[in-house]
């Protein structure tokens, strides 16, 4: 792919788009220089890209890390990508630069931490190039957003999708199923979301970037189990405001209100029955030319190790912290080099397997 092809990707999925401290069971050194620090260079994995019997024209790329074999189960980490985009974007999106060599990239975390990445693909648009594609994460009633595009309007199950792909991945690898986890940006993070609310019994934590949870708004949102919680969120956020609102950063996104970051966080930690005051701590600032800092706020005495923490990006844009950076702050706003949010989820997930 050329660099104006991956620009024209990324922008797309702007466009149509409707390190842990203290009680969360990691040590206080070992996350900040976690969450700070470039995953080591190691030997490359392999790709395979598979299909759906039911979902032909959703493909789905698998990344295995160089030490994978059927002889021990494997962690998965599913990542969604954003509305208007496609999983090649994804993929990229968590790269610095967009450089898939870059050992700061998702795939090379894998790679050298021994986990299985999988990039799903979305509904085609209708109209649109294959490379333009979203997820019904949710929404679409009491003047809420449908995040997002056709497959929200058309209303498709991506739930039934996600369980698929989930089946599928165990019939076709060797992988554990209490640590099954799913990350990702925007439509992806509404889109995981979701998932918790509705495979709480497959998805063992989720990452959110970028995206509420738009599906509470329009569902009933009731996991049997207390699902832990990772969102991280610029407060510079325009496509989907920090603070919830109609504010778009084009004028062809779907119109209507995104959901709040704090409505968010407040659903899950009334759902996992932690305290309602959090742990506040504030990183120190590493990279003072970003125009970011971030404020950790850690929700305690959750049931079940259900743990719900927000990193509050200051300044931060509807970015991946850590990742790609090639289109203007005017539209997504700035990418914090605080910490890698790739180190950052891996170490939340390491940390909350199904139980």
Known sequence: MTATATRLVI?????????????????????????????????????????????GARPYTVHLPPSYSRRIPYPVVIDIHGGGGNKGGARLTTCPDQDPDSPGCLDRLADCEGFIVVYPDGTQEPGQPKTIRSFNAGGGVNGYACIAGDACTADVDDVRFFGDLIDALKRQYRI???????????????????LACALADRVASIAAVGGGNQYATSGECAPGRSVPVLQIHGTAD??????????????????????????????????????????????????????TTVTQ???????????????????????????????????????????????????????????
Not at 23 to 44: D, I, K, N, Y
Not at 301 to 329: A, E, F, I, Q
């Open 11 to 55: 922008l797309a999925s702007v466009i149509l788009l409707p390190a842990f401290r203290g009680g969360s069971g990691l040590a206080v050194q070992a996350a900040e220089s976690s969450a700070l620090a470039p995953a080591a260079v190691c030997a490359r994995g392999t790709d395979e890209t598979r299909r759906l019997a039911k979902w």
């Open 297 to 355: 706020m850690r929700y305690p005495d959750c049931s079940d190790g259900g743990d719900v923490t927000l990193l509050r990006v200051n300044g931060g844009g509807h970015t991946w912290p850590g990742g790609s950076d090639n289109l203007p702050d005017g539209i997504v706003g700035k990418v914090s080099r605080e910490f890698s949010a790739n180190q950052v989820m891996w170490e939340f997930f390491k940390a909350h397997p199904l139980r």
């Open 238 to 291: 325009r496509c989907f405001p920090y603070d919830g609102g109609y504010e778009r950063c084009t004028l062809l996104q779907p119109y209507g209100f995104r959901v709040s970051v704090a409505d968010t966080v407040a659903g899950w930690v009334g759902r996992n029955g932690c305290r309602s005051t959090p742990v506040v701590e504030d990183w120190a600032d590493t990279n003072p030319d970003d125009g």
């Open 176 to 194: 554990d199923p209490h640590r099954v986890h799913v990350a990702g940006l925007s439509n992806g993070a509404a889109m995981s979301h979701r």
